[in-house]
């Protein structure tokens, strides 16, 4: 059973407008929170991340936020670059546990 | 520099037929982990080390296995490959398995199993 879910499988955004992702997750024992983005033929990198103490956190055009009573985060991207085309992961993590769980990705488009 | 390594890249094997995938690490990181990518599914664990000689399952450890003798080296083996292993799959390793270290990820492996 996914315990991390990425509903849109794909975003197209105009450069130098926001791309919002967004990801939902079910195990309330999560407590840490990672975005990575994955372009072709290469494995994914980490891009930001967030605590379940905080909800937000900022990483120049990166931003991440997080509603734990909706059990759903977001990443924003302002403003969006071509060089942002990707597919983006979000993870979660649990501080009882050893096991990393990863989205189904959005694939990103950002249009020049 | 740092990075995380896996060999082969590519891979087409045929049912059955043992291999071998290697994954290492210039870190002297503890946390390795292998996952499975596939569509529609992301991002799967497969197998996890805290340290050395210390493995565990993750969600899909079906038809695999791993060793860590070593700190630096993760590999993951598949005695018996069945088509429904043919995936992407990718090592990753972390300083550590706290919450708040990012995994590095290899490049990837592309294994298809006839």
């Known amino acids: 059973d996914q315990q991390v879910k990425q509903n849109s499988p794909s975003l197209s955004v105009q450069e130098g407008r926001i791309s919002i992702l967004n990801c939902d997750y079910t195990?309330?024992?999560?407590?840490?929170f990672l975005w990575y983005k994955k372009y072709p033929a290469e494995g994914p990198t980490f891009l930001i991340s967030?605590?379940?103490?905080?909800d937000k956190n900022e990483d120049g055009r990166f931003t991440v936020f997080l509603n734990k009573s909706a059990k759903h985060l977001s990443l924003h991207i302002v403003p969006s670059q071509p060089g942002d085309s990707a597919v983006y992961f979000c993870?979660?993590?649990?501080?009882?546990?050893?096991?990393?769980?990863f989205g189904t990705g959005t694939s990103l488009t950002v249009i020049p | 520099e740092a990075q995380v390594t896996q060999n082969p890249r590519y891979l087409i094997t045929v049912t059955g037929k043992k291999l071998t995938v290697t994954c290492s690490q210039n870190?002297?990181?503890?946390?390795m982990s292998w996952y499975r990518q596939d569509p529609g599914l992301g991002l799967r664990q497969i197998y996890y080390?805290?340290?050395?000689?210390?493995?565990d399952k993750g969600d899909v450890p079906e038809g695999y296995k791993v060793s860590r003798k070593e700190k630096r080296n993760f590999p993951l083996i598949l005695e018996s490959p069945s088509p429904n292993q043919t995936s992407l799959y990718f090592c990753?390793?972390?300083?550590?398995?706290?919450?708040?270290?990012?995994?590095?990820f290899g490049p990837g492996t592309r294994l298809t199993v006839l």
């Open positions: 967030i605590s379940s103490i905080k």
């Open positions: 993870a979660a993590h649990t501080n009882t546990g050893n096991q990393f769980y």
């Open positions: 870190m002297n990181h503890e946390y």
């Open positions: 080390s805290m340290n050395v000689e210390v493995t």
């Open positions: 990753a390793s972390s300083s550590s398995v706290s919450s708040y270290n990012e995994q590095f």
């Open positions: 195990n309330s024992m999560f407590d840490y």
